[in-house]
């Protein structure tokens, strides 16, 4: 038989028996009653029938209410990043037609509210780690000029490690390895620990009085 034969078939019988049950629709309800009434199995297989109509509906309704709960927390998320923005537009568009009294009034709130502030660095400190990275590459851009992608290139170059000791930034404490820069010309020399860039620092980058400390512990070391 014909595909399209074998669709148009079924397609009248799927009509002609929509038709049949709004004809017949009443005596079609008595005998479905009468057979609850004198055929067990027909009304055991109905309750069971029934009973996974409901659970389907109870599983699409959970589906449907975390669907709409989930809906509402992205149309929440986006009116919070909206708000964001348009109180970032504000502040950028105050910064730009009054730059000093913006700085004022930045000063005057810090002065403020300077414990609090400060309360909230140390917790995104000690807890969030993006934020401590984000703030550890403002202060290294700040102080030495160096982008993210420079210091990932220099971390590369000395594997992880302190120049001069080797130890891993994951033995280095908290704080991990630090930029080594020259005092005098402001280039950056490396990465140090903590301890050997502080060791570096009290003896003023003298290599006179390292070389004279070397000789002091070999003096002693025999």
């Not at 038989?1 to 019988?13: C, P, Q, Y």
């Not at 008595?30 to 996974?52: G, I, S």
């Not at 730059?99 to 709130?109: I, L, S, V």
Request: proline share 0%.
């Amino acid at each position: 038989m014909d595909t399209d034969k074998l669709i148009d078939a079924k397609e009248r019988k799927r009509l002609y028996a929509i038709q049949y049950r709004k004809d017949n629709a009443e005596k079609l309800k008595e005998r479905h009653n009468w057979r609850l009434l004198n055929d067990p199995d027909f009304a055991k297989r109905y309750a069971e029938k029934q009973e996974k109509r409901k659970h389907r509906y109870q599983e699409s309704h959970v589906e449907a209410v975390a669907v709409r709960q989930e809906k509402r927390i992205q149309l929440a998320m986006a009116r919070e990043t909206r708000e964001r923005e348009r109180h970032k537009n504000v502040k950028r568009k105050a910064r730009e037609t009054n730059r000093e009294g913006y700085n004022a009034y930045m000063r005057k709130y810090h002065e403020k509210n300077r414990d609090e502030i400060n309360a909230k660095r140390r917790f995104l400190w000690a807890n969030d780690l993006k934020h401590r990275s984000k703030a550890t590459q403002h202060r290294i851009k700040r102080d030495f000029g160096l982008e993210a992608e420079q210091y990932a290139d220099l971390y590369l170059t000395h594997n992880g490690k302190c120049a001069i000791c080797a130890i891993s930034e994951a033995d280095a404490g908290e704080k991990g390895l630090a930029v080594d820069h020259c005092h005098s010309t402001g280039n950056v020399r490396g990465l140090l620990c903590r301890k050997c860039n502080t060791s570096l620092g009290q003896f003023k980058d003298d290599v006179s009085l390292l070389q004279k400390a070397i000789e002091y512990l070999n003096k002693f070391k025999e």
